[in-house]
């Protein structure tokens, strides 16, 4: 996987189309990725103590990485990411820019 947590994304297809956020968590071995904000799932919360109220918490569920794309940074458009070599390290760079993605 091109994307790593920390990246900035796009949503590209589904409900969230055209949401961006930040990415939280990846799964590489599943294709997923847990994205801030995006793909909101509701869960109902029992109250713990007594006097204490129930609660609805929304929490972000992950979203298949093939329906994400990387967020340029100089330009702020959806951009394919290559890994090049430079100086013996792999680089990530975007497709668009030429700008060098840190990590």
Known sequence: MKIKKGDTVIVISGADKGK????LHVYPKKGKVLVEGVNLKKRHRRSRR???????IEKPNQ???????????????????????EGGKSVRIA???GAVIEK
């Open 50 to 56: 007594s006097g204490e109220k129930g609660q609805i």
């Open 20 to 23: 961006s956020g930040k990415i």
């Open 63 to 85: 979203i298949d990485a093939s329906n994400v794309m990387f967020l340029d940074p100089k330009q702020n458009v959806k951009t394919r990411i290559v890994i090049s070599r």
């Open 95 to 97: 497709k668009k820019s």
